[in-house]
Every structure is written in structure tokens, then in C-alpha cells.
């Protein structure tokens, strides 16, 4: 019998595994193995599609065709799978819309399959992540940093957050929103990787 | 906007208000509802969460607000008694009086397990908060309104009224109050009164009465008290436990690992003492060491060992 701990659980999403996944399952793979590749995938989808206020609409359409397969079967490696599904998916608006023509789908092959290198020693990442996190702040929009630094850093409550700022917590609600969603964007997406 | 920042503003409103205090059983179930009506819901809240939790690494950026040791005034005690009971009694300046049926008495017993807190209105007025593991038993009487704390921590907010006293019996020693914000923790038989608002006046048998005013803070072990005097910010750090928070500022992984534990049945324990001295900074999830483990092991290169309900850390 094996033990179900959490540890054991990571241990199993290395390895090709066939079956249902649970939804933490999902997630925790969706995390791991296809969110770092969204700067590759918007870097991608731009260079594929002319209207640039419909990538996130394809993301959204990527991702949602990626989990649909995995939660049947993971994809081992993730990476392949995720850009055909891309590619494909670009393909099918080609067809259905007449908008852009097909050689204006760029090869997804030129996007790097490689192998992960080596990773470097655990507190270089942390050093990197930290001054990626420290990048990433200072990309937000001014009073969404200001907010997102008093929640995150400082621990404070939205109502606490807005005496502070002199604004309605409901304008302290939609800084954080705003902070989350960009906080994401920069994190994944190209903007961050540049 | 796109469909797709439509569900992300969705997702992101559903992940900050569950990290606000105000979540409760049906919004839950609503957040449940929403994550099963479409797996388009489930990847923007799962992306937006992966990148709010990387960010929680942003907490080991918080700088000390203020010199722990400047300033400070510490004045100590000398033993005058030794295991003597002490009496302390706290009085304030009292204000409005309350009208309670007389004779009545109601006696109540409020237990909150490890992970928990609860805020509680007495049938006087006043407002109590347990914080984790912490037990009390009320008895609401018409001359007199006493608690026992019985182990843990509580935040007491004593409705005024002079012709009551409101009385905190910790073990042998008693804590007698006549209207004042402050916040009683007993560690066994250490214990340790703070006052947050209001000034007291404190006796003990084994000492001279003394008068605690706001930000002063009585340590009592058995066989001395201390009075050390709390900045602002240190008094609003040490009952961050109030808004699910532990602020930790120049402590040592001992002292952080012990707070933790009074919050999880999953329990820290460091394996040597080199780690266990250590200082961490920041504000931190009181609920979820696991997450704490993960920020040490990336920040400080630590090791951990997640035995389920032990976690040992060590360099």
C-alpha cells in the first residue's frame, strides 16, 4: 500500500502516471509543468495572431484544452503537448475566422523543446525569485503596489489598508485585484522573462 | 475585456476574500460552486494563486518598524516573595454602570482547539477573543464578573462598571479589572498581562501595587515580575494573532518554531541549536507552518523533513 502523503504525491507527478487526477492534482501539475511556459506561449500566440487583444482569450483556450487532456492522460514531457495545442488551436481560429492567413501561424517547431538544464544551487533560486518578485513589484501600477505591499509585506487588513491610503475599501479591493491579476501577467508571462 | 480577464477579475476578488478575515461555511460553498461551474474558472484561480503564493516570499522583505531594545524602560521587580501566590489586581478608572438582574449567576465554559480562535460577547458587554488552544470558564454574577483562564490566550475588552469589578483568575494568581482593553497569556504557570488601552493598577502579594499604563506590559514567572514598556507596533504585532498573523521581528527560529506549534498539530522541531538561532523577520500565516517551512527551506537553504505530524528542520 502506499502512503498518501504530500510528499509521495509530488513524487508520483514525476513520473508519467495514467488515470483520473484529482483536481489538487491537476493543479498542482498545472502549476509546476505548464504556467512556467506562458511567456513561450504568449510570446508565441503574439507572433501567431495579428489581434493582440484576443491573447488572453487564447491563453485562456490553451490552458483550458491542456487540463481537458490531462485530466484524461498527463502529457510526459508537458512541453511539446502545450505548443501543439497552441498551434492547433491558432489553426482552428485561421479556419473558422478567414482572418489572418495561415503562413502567418509562425513555425511552433523554432520554439526550444530542450531539455531542462541543470538547476542551479536552492539559494541562487531564491536569490533570483526574490529580486524577480522585487522586479515584478515594481512593474505594478503605482497605488496597487502601494496596496499589494501593505497586504503581502506588511500584513495589514483591507480596512487598515485603506485608512492608510485615504481611499474606500472598495477602492483598496479593486488595487488588490489589480495587483493580482498583473502580479501574474509579470510573473508568467514575457514581460517578467525580459 | 476579454472573457478571459472577465474570470480573472472573478478569480482574483474570490482569492483575496478568502484571505480576508470574513470567510464563513456558505462562502465557501459559493467559491465551490463557481470553481466546479467551468475548469476556465479553476485555471485562473489556480494561476492567480500559484503567483499570490510566490509572492508570499516578499514577507522576508519586511523591515523592522522600530529598535526592539531602544528606549525601552525595563524595570524589574525584586523577589519579595518567593511561591507566594500572587494577587494582581487591575483596576481602572470606570466609566458607564450596567444594569444585570441581581443574584443571577451564569457560568460558561469556551474551549477553542489548536488552530482556532473565537470572538465572544459576555452576557455584561464585554467582548473576549480566544486565541489558539485557550480555554475559560465566566461567571457572570450580580456583584462580581470572574473568568478563569485556564490555559491559552485572550484578548479582553471589560465593559466598565465599578460596581462589578471583572476578575482574571490565571492558576493562584487573580487579575481584578475595572474597564480597560488588554490581552492575559498564560504559558502553565508564566504568564503575562499587556495592556492596550486604558491605565491599571496591578498588586501582587509578593509586590508593591504598581499602575500599568497603556504599553506596559507585566511578565510574570514564579518567582519574579517584570513591566517592560511596548511601542505602538509591537503592542499591534503581538496581537496580530487576532488577524491570523504571527510578526516575527529579529526572532530567533526557536521562538518562531514555538509560536508556530501553538497554532498546529503538525509540530517544528529543530534539530540543532546552530538553526534553532537563527533570526527570522516578517509577517507570516499563523495557520500554515507548512507554508512558513517552504519560505525557510528557499531563504535560508534550510532542510525539512515533513514527517506529517512533525517537521524537522535543520541546515
Redesign the interface.
Known amino acids: 500500500m502506499v502512503e498518501r ?3 509521495s504525491r509530488d513524487d508520483a507527478l514525476s513520473r508519467p502516471q495514467s488515470g483520473p487526477m484529482t ?1 489538487s492534482e491537476l ?1 498542482a501539475w ?2 509546476r509543468e505548464v ?1 512556467p511556459l506562458e511567456a513561450q506561449l504568449v510570446q508565441f500566440l503574439r507572433r501567431s495572431w495579428r489581434n493582440a ?2 491573447i ?2 487564447l ?2 483556450e490553451v ?2 484544452r491542456v ?2 487532456a490531462a485530466q484524461k492522460q498527463i502529457p510526459v514531457p508537458a512541453k511539446p503537448f502545450v505548443f501543439a495545442v497552441a498551434r492547433n488551436l491558432v489553426i482552428d481560429h485561421v479556419r473558422r475566422e478567414h482572418v489572418v492567413s495561415i503562413e502567418s501561424v509562425s513555425d511552433p517547431d523554432a520554439v526550444e523543446t530542450a531539455a531542462e538544464e541543470p538547476g542551479p544551487d ?2 541562487a ?2 536569490r533570483d ?2 529580486r524577480r ?2 522586479d ?2 515594481d512593474r505594478l501600477p503605482p497605488r496597487s503596489r502601494e496596496a ?2 501593505m497586504k ?4 495589514l ?2 480596512k487598515e489598508i485603506a485608512q492608510r491610503m485615504g481611499v474606500t475599501e472598495k477602492t483598496v ?1 479593486w488595487h ?2 489589480e495587483a ?2 498583473a ?2 501577467d509579470i ?2 508571462g514575457p514581460e517578467g522573462s525580459a | 475585456m ?4 472577465d ?3 472573478r478569480a ?2 474570490w ?2 476574500e478568502r484571505r ?2 470574513e470567510w464563513n461555511e456558505e462562502r465557501q460553498a459559493e467559491f465551490d460552486a463557481w470553481m466546479e461551474e467551468s ?2 474558472h ?3 484561480y ?3 494563486d ?3 503564493g ?9 523591515r523592522p518598524a522600530f529598535q526592539r531594545r531602544a528606549g525601552s524602560k525595563r524595570k524589574t521587580w525584586p523577589n519579595i516573595l518567593r511561591a507566594v501566590a500572587a494577587a494582581i489586581v487591575i483596576g481602572a478608572v470606570a466609566g458607564a454602570v450596567q444594569w444585570f438582574e441581581p443574584g443571577k449567576t451564569a457560568e460558561k465554559t469556551y474551549v477553542t482547539a489548536i488552530g482556532e480562535r473565537e470572538r465572544l460577547t459576555l452576557a455584561d458587554g464585554s467582548q473576549i477573543e480566544l486565541n489558539t488552544d485557550s480555554q475559560v470558564r465566566t461567571e457572570i454574577a450580580a456583584n462580581q464578573r470572574k473568568i478563569w483562564l485556564d490555559k491559552g490566550e485572550v484578548y479582553f475588552e471589560v465593559k466598565h462598571n465599578e460596581k462589578k469589578p471583572f476578575v482574571v483568575m490565571v492558576g493562584d494568581h487573580r487579575i481584578t479589572d475595572i474597564g480597560t482593553k488588554f490581552v492575559v497569556r498564560r504559558d502553565r504557570n508564566d504568564f503575562r498581562v499587556s495592556v492596550l488601552e486604558g491605565v491599571v493598577r496591578l498588586e501582587e502579594s509578593r509586590a508593591a501595587p504598581k499602575i500599568l499604563t497603556e504599553g506596559e506590559v507585566a511578565v510574570a514567572s514564579a518567582n519574579r515580575t517584570q513591566i517592560v514598556r511596548q511601542t505602538q507596533q509591537e503592542l499591534t504585532d503581538a496581537i ?1 494573532w487576532q ?1 491570523g ?1 504571527l ?1 516575527f521581528d529579529h526572532t530567533s527560529l526557536a521562538e518562531v518554531a514555538a509560536e508556530f506549534n501553538r497554532y498546529s498539530t503538525a509540530k517544528i522541531v529543530i534539530a540543532d541549536p546552530k538553526t534553532a538561532a537563527l533570526t527570522i523577520d516578517g ?1 507570516f500565516p499563523s495557520n500554515n507552518s507548512r507554508a512558513f517551512m517552504r519560505l525557510a ?3 535560508l ?1 534550510l532542510s525539512v523533513d ?1 514527517r ?1 505530524n512533525e517537521i524537522v528542520i535543520s541546515k
Open positions: 502523503s504530500e510528499i483536481a493543479e498545472f502549476v504556467l487583444s484576443d488572453p482569450d491563453l485562456q490552458y483550458m487540463c481537458e536552492r539559494s533560486i531564491a525569485e526574490l518578485l522585487e515584478a513589484l499589494m505591499v503581502k509585506v506588511d500584513g487588513s483591507r479591493k488588490l485585484n493580482v491579476r502580479l501574474a510573473l508568467y | 476579454s472573457a478571459a480577464t474570470i480573472q477579475t482574483a476578488d482569492l483575496l480576508e478575515g475548469l476556465a479553476r485555471i485562473a489556480w494561476r492567480l500559484a503567483a499570490w510566490r509572492a508570499d516570499l516578499l514577507t522576508a522583505m519586511r496580530g488577524r498573523v510578526v509577517t527551506q528557499a531563504v537553504g515533513d506529517g
